[in-house]
């Protein structure tokens, strides 16, 4: 029965957000946001409790505020508007049923060590036609988060992450690791409201710039 009610609600989101898709009066590039985790599964829990899903859920309805503000909007759709858990194979077929131009999965980190911090971004290690550009977004982001936001760079990584594997032949896919949770500082930082509207206007701003690049680009 579990199972049922996780793929019917799966079906809505996908109808409402092809109907969504639909009505848009003009192309744009469409992006689709994946907040990791959700419900029982609560992900990374920081040392004070800040939890992974409850941060990366709020960036990323950040994100869809706002860019709904701007007069150039992406078309951001997220795998998830509430605290429930989505099955990584339903938040893939998001994206290629919406023919997203952009996938990113938001996460945060956690180490025995609590010395360990800074941002990570993974791209897949399979080869793609889109692997390149993936990998090319994933350093501007990089780069964005470190020199705007003064979070350490952990580099650019290649992993067969499920989303990234199953999303990466369709359109360029990223997961990006936002921190660690049992680092003090880190887990400090995004307690304010203040920091993670930070990271969702800066987040906002890179996939907009780097989308608009890649196709100057020909990508």
């Known amino acids: 029965m579990k199972r049922t009610v996780k793929n019917v609600s799966f079906v809505i989101l996908l109808l409402k957000s092809l109907l969504l898709l639909s009505q848009e ?17 609560t992900g990374a829990i920081g040392m004070n409790g800040i939890q992974e899903k409850d941060l990366v859920l709020k ?33 893939t077929k998001l994206a290629i049923a ?20 800074g941002v990570e971004v993974y791209v897949a290690d399979r080869p793609s036609k889109y692997q390149d550009y993936a990998t090319w977004l994933a350093f501007q982001l990089q780069d964005n988060l470190s020199a705007k936001l003064g979070l350490e760079s952990r580099g650019v990584k290649f ?21 660690f949770l049992s680092n003090r500082d880190e887990g400090n930082y995004y307690q304010t409201s203040e920091s993670v509207r930070a990271l969702a206007l800066l987040l906002r701003e890179s996939l907009f710039e780097g989308l608009n690049l890649g196709e100057r680009a020909g990508q």
């Open 59 to 91: 960036a990323a309805i950040g994100i869809l505020k706002l860019n709904r503000d701007l007069e150039e909007p992406l078309d951001i759709y997220l795998t998830r508007y509430s605290d429930t858990l989505i099955s990584l194979s339903d938040r």
């Open 25 to 41: 009066s003009a192309p744009r590039k469409v992006v689709v946001i994946d907040p990791g985790h959700g419900g029982k599964d």
């Open 98 to 117: 919406l023919k997203a131009d952009l996938f990113v999965s938001l996460h945060c980190n956690y180490s025995d060590s609590p010395s360990a911090k």
């Open 159 to 179: 992993a067969d992450f499920q989303v990234l594997r199953e999303v990466g032949g369709g359109c360029p896919a990223m997961l990006l690791e936002l921190g």
